[in-house]
């Protein structure tokens, strides 16, 4: 079982950046997806952005030039960098893991970010 922990979530004005972290238990990350998903309110989860377990990385169309994903592989810890941020990223922003295995998936509680205009 693995554990994702979020954190970085707040209220920021339109233009400004913050930082989301998530932080997963046990050994499997450095071999795993991770992803960073967001779900606004009356919307689906859409994914926000994706890194391999070597370092390839993807990102939405809504985000790309905005928004940065990294990760640490000693530390555990995946990042979002979100900078010139709109009203419309306001969202609950999850942390996912895929493990090498289907049964390897699992999901954080969520943070939420507001972007206020």
């Known amino acids: 079982q693995v554990q994702l922990v979020e954190s970085g979530g707040g209220l920021v004005q339109a233009g400004g950046s913050l930082r989301l972290s998530c932080v997963a238990s046990?050994?499997?990350?450095?071999?795993?997806?991770m992803q960073w998903y967001r779900q606004a309110p009356g919307k689906q989860r859409e994914v926000v952005a994706t890194i391999t377990s070597n370092g390839g990385t993807y990102s939405a169309d809504s985000v790309k030039g905005r928004f940065t994903i990294s990760r640490d592989n000693a530390k555990n810890t995946v990042y979002l960098q979100m900078n010139s941020l709109k009203p419309e990223d306001t969202a609950i922003y999850y942390c996912?893991?895929?493990?090498?295995?289907?049964?390897?998936?699992?999901w954080g509680k969520g943070t939420l970010v507001t972007v206020s205009s």
């Open positions: 046990g050994s499997i990350f450095s071999i795993s997806v």
């Open positions: 996912n893991i895929r493990g090498p295995r289907p049964d390897m998936n699992y």
